[in-house]
């Protein structure tokens, strides 16, 4: 007899309304231990790039990286702000920020460095897959509907 799955939206609306986290498990809520050269080295395996299973065994397994640990570092400790909310995160501490595709690669982007953008978790978690102009457009979209005035602050001179 096969085993049906539960409905992924039937769960969220469970844990909604028990007010409890998504999951004690969830690595977005881990504290990582070792420093920052451990953190970026964690953040830094998702942008690994991730070949065909013959490709993975022809190399041994190993990982194949578009930048290496020290330039990531230096990205991050030269500017600790999210790239979309502007706020200043420590990055020392693991749970203050992730690392995100600022172009999702389910839209193209690559794991490059100049596509990894270092986010607050909550930003990050917002952003989803969308790209940066969909959020926007959806945070005035949920401004609007729920009553306040959007203006666009940009200096054009």
């Given at each position: 007899?096969?085993?049906?799955?539960?409905?992924?939206?039937?769960?969220?609306?469970?844990?909604?309304?028990?007010?409890?986290?998504?999951?004690?498990?969830?690595?977005?809520e881990r504290r990582i231990e070792g420093g920052i050269n451990k953190i970026?080295?964690?953040?830094?395996?998702?942008?690994?790039?991730?070949?065909?299973?013959?490709?993975?065994?022809?190399?041994?397994?190993?990982r194949n990286y578009m930048f290496t640990n020290a330039e990531l570092k230096?990205?991050?400790?030269?500017?600790?702000?999210?790239?979309?909310?502007?706020?200043?995160?420590?990055?020392?501490?693991?749970?203050?920020?992730?690392?995100?595709?600022?172009?999702?690669?389910?839209?193209?982007?690559?794991?490059?460095?100049?596509?990894?953008?270092?986010?607050?978790?909550?930003?990050?978690?917002?952003?989803?897959?969308?790209?940066?102009?969909?959020?926007?457009?959806?945070?005035?979209?949920?401004?609007?509907?729920?009553?306040?005035?959007?203006?666009?602050?940009?200096?054009?001179?």
């Amino acid at each position: 007899m096969a085993r049906n799955k539960p409905c992924p939206i039937l769960k969220k609306i469970g844990r909604f309304k028990e007010d409890r986290p998504a999951s004690k498990n969830n690595h977005c809520e881990r504290r990582i231990e070792g420093g920052i050269n451990k953190i970026i080295n964690v953040r830094r395996n998702q942008f690994s790039i991730v070949g065909s299973k013959a490709e993975r065994r022809a190399s041994g397994d190993k990982r194949n990286y578009m930048f290496t640990n020290a330039e990531l570092k230096q990205k991050i400790l030269d500017d600790p702000h999210c790239y979309i909310t502007g706020e200043q995160f420590d990055p020392y501490d693991s749970t203050q920020w992730s690392l995100d595709h600022i172009l999702p690669k389910s839209r193209g982007g690559t794991n490059d460095l100049a596509n990894a953008g270092q986010t607050t978790k909550m930003a990050n978690q917002m952003k989803s897959s969308m790209t940066l102009e969909e959020l926007l457009n959806m945070c005035e979209k949920i401004l609007v509907h729920n009553g306040y005035e959007v203006k666009n602050m940009t200096n054009e001179n």
